[in-house]
């Protein structure tokens, strides 16, 4: 059940977006972060089958790219939601005891509403593990919280009607209660300090979606930030590390393409391979793919153009010696430029071009045999 568990945390971590470093320290599983993690898995998603979480792959590219949404997302939402402004208002206000709603608006009723559906499309989501869009809708009380305070301007209105702040500070805090409910299967940590915060003992999934989750004169607990700010270098920091681990499970795996069909040998002899040095390398205007060289081939100096300018600055090349093909038709490009020859290049299992060179210095024009 254990494993089962670790299982689900792991799927749950990388699908949901949560940053590894949250559920690993130097590369080992932290046992507490997988027990939270999978305790939001296996009761919010209700997992109805144990077959199904075999079936759920995920690929990096998807990973790094979420995991960067989500780690920025997550502080971002915070300033839409403006947690600690709902809770400070209460504060300086109230003494942080929640208020009694008075007589509401239409408007107040259409916020109430719009919340209060919440629940039923995000467990419908869940329910398809659709863990993505479950999220995304979640977090639509941000984007309601954000919209209901900006109109409402509860500050502007404590200088002259303290009834109708009281009742719109009272639709805030249950929106917040609500989104301490909703994010604990994406969330649990950060919504186990919200509920804190709101000093709510206890909550109940059932309860998501409910107008009342904090009636009056409760009292809260002390407002504080939510999440820490997290950095561009930080962000990028972490997607570095998803794209370095899946640049490694790709050399793990990488196996050379097919072998080509059988030429005869004297198919290969018409072709001249030379040794030629590097005089000049330059980038080509306006073809951000290709660089110019001047080589000399120790007859005459001759012009080679090469799409290598994204694997190579062209003062890297300068001065090294290259192998080329001496006998390929000249190649006219749309610039008027002509390339005399082609630079041979390896590519890598990931794409990347690596420049053939040699183990020790030649006569250019040297040919290859």
Not at 142 to 158: F, M, S, V
Not at 325 to 341: D, Y
Request: glycine share 4%; charged share 30%; hydrophobic share 45%.
């Amino acid at each position: 059940m254990r494993k089962l568990k670790k299982i689900l945390a792991i799927l749950t971590c990388a699908l949901m977006g949560f940053t590894l470093a949250a559920c690993s320290s130097k590369n080992k599983i932290n046992e507490d972060a997988l027990d939270a993690y999978a305790k939001a898995a296996t009761n919010i998603t209700k997992m109805k089958s144990a077959a199904y979480d075999m079936k759920l792959l995920v690929d990096a590219d998807d990973m790094d790219m979420h995991a960067k949404v989500t780690m920025d997302g997550t502080y971002n939402a915070e300033k839409k939601l403006q947690l600690a402004l709902h809770l400070q208002l209460t504060k300086k206000y109230f003494d942080s005891v929640v208020p009694a709603a008075g007589e509401l608006n239409d408007y107040d009723r259409e916020t109430l509403k719009e919340f209060a559906d919440v629940k039923a499309e995000v467990e419908k989501l869940l329910d398809v593990f659709k863990f993505r869009d479950a999220q995304k809708e979640a977090m639509n009380l941000a984007r309601i919280g954000n919209k209901y305070l900006a109109d409402t301007e509860p500050w502007k209105l404590a200088k002259t009607d303290m009834e109708r702040v009281a009742t719109i500070l009272h639709i805030s805090l249950q929106l917040v209660a609500n989104l301490a409910i909703a994010f604990e299967p994406f969330l649990p940590f950060s919504s186990e300090k919200l509920r804190k915060m709101l000093n709510m003992d206890s909550f109940d999934w059932a309860e998501l979606g409910h107008t009342d989750l904090l009636p009056a004169g409760h009292q809260l607990g002390t407002p504080e930030l939510l999440f820490e700010k997290i950095e561009d270098d930080v962000i990028q920091a972490q997607v570095d590390k998803l794209l370095a681990t899946k640049k490694a499970n790709e050399a793990a795996t990488y196996k050379a393409n097919p072998i080509k069909p059988t030429i005869a040998f004297e198919d290969f002899e018409k072709l001249d391979i030379r040794v030629g040095t590097v005089l000049e390398c330059e980038a080509v205007p306006k073809m951000k793919k290709l660089l110019k060289f001047k080589i000399a081939d120790g007859l005459e100096n001759r012009t080679i153009v090469s799409g290598i300018a994204q694997h190579y600055k062209p003062e890297e090349l300068v001065g090294k010696q290259v192998l080329f093909i001496a006998n390929l038709a000249p190649r006219q490009f749309k610039n008027g430029l002509v390339s005399e020859g082609m630079i041979l290049s390896a590519e890598n299992y990931d794409g990347s071009l690596a420049v053939t060179s040699l183990l020790k210095e030649v006569k250019p024009g040297s040919e290859v045999k």
